[in-house]
């Protein structure tokens, strides 16, 4: 086995039991225990100022106060419109390494800007402004469970900002992810129903699977079946769901890839892609596109 997927494997064999956490599906939200904290009530203390003005939108820095009370720094792309317009809103995030800046998911950002929706693009813990001068990550970046639940939380309140504004349509609200931002994207959906549409892009469970059957049954018993997204992506179903995975993925193996899909249900879309993990050889914004059309579909014209 690689390091890399050494490093995968053991964020999720180390992480706590949260099954006694579990309740009821997400569609009982005062009911709902989530594995993660939330803390709706507590101030934001939101400031923004504005990054650059484009034709179509306006890029704004935001920051506002995370789970652990510490400020979370976010990138929010505003499209110009007409006064008195809620709009659809999405939350977006990247893959391990990367931050609210990074090339490829600042592309999204402006994509999804382009056709009206509202973006918003978090600085995870331990990434962009938020990384640690001596950070003690895998090779992958990827964190200890604390701090996977760290992700959700902050994820948490990234909607209650959202939430907070007159502009947006709190029942057109969805999340994408890509990679890394899929993987903790998912157990972060599953418990939060102001979620209404969710896009997975190259992301995967049932990590532990990797191991023989007797060897996974003893992590998944010491704990760790129940921190796998895997175990958490049924919940949110009935709500639209899109993956889009690849056949020659270097970090996301096919089968953690199938293994997600099936746990979803029959009702997910799932696209199955001819290139790697970074998409290379094929239009990236035609990719991007069509996950902009799904969204598009279950957020804006299935509300009309």
């Not at 939060?192 to 997975?200: F, L, M, T, Y």
């Not at 129940?226 to 089968?255: C, E, G």
């Amino acid at each position: 086995m690689s390091l890399a997927l050494t490093a995968l494997v053991t964020i999720f064999v180390s992480m706590p039991d949260l099954t006694a956490l579990q309740g009821k599906a997400p569609d009982s939200p005062p009911e709902v225990k989530r594995p993660y904290e939330t803390a709706p009530a507590k101030p934001l203390d939101a400031k923004s100022e504005v990054v650059t003005e484009a034709d179509d939108h306006t890029q704004y820095r935001v920051e506002f106060n995370g789970i652990k009370g510490d400020r979370v720094p976010a990138f929010l792309y505003l499209p110009k419109r007409k006064a008195n317009t809620a709009l659809p809103a999405i939350l977006l995030q990247y893959g391990s390494g990367g931050n609210r800046k990074t090339d490829y998911i600042v592309a999204i950002g402006k994509q999804f800007v382009a056709r009206g929706f509202i973006v918003l693009t978090i600085d995870s813990p331990n990434c962009g402004e938020r990384r640690d001068k001596d950070p003690k990550t895998s090779p992958l970046g990827m964190l200890s469970a604390e701090q996977v639940m760290h992700y959700c939380g902050d994820y948490s309140r990234a909607i209650d900002y959202l939430s907070s504004r007159k502009d947006i349509d709190k029942d057109r609200i969805g999340y994408v992810g890509v990679s890394w931002g899929a993987i903790t994207g998912i157990t972060y959906c599953a418990y939060d129903p102001r979620i209404k549409a969710v896009g997975s892009m190259v992301g995967g469970g049932n990590f532990v699977g990797l191991w023989s059957p007797r060897i996974a049954d003893k992590i998944a018993k010491e704990g760790s079946k129940s921190s796998d997204p895997v175990y958490h992506v049924a919940r949110i179903a009935p709500r639209p769901l899109m993956f889009v995975n690849v056949t020659k993925d270097q970090m996301i193996w096919k089968s953690w890839a199938e293994s997600l899909h099936k746990a979803a249900g029959p009702g997910a879309k799932v696209v199955w892609l001819e290139t790697d993990h970074f998409f290379r050889g094929l239009d990236r914004a035609a990719i991007c596109g069509s996950v902009i059309d799904f969204m598009e579909l279950h957020l804006v014209k299935a509300k009309k």
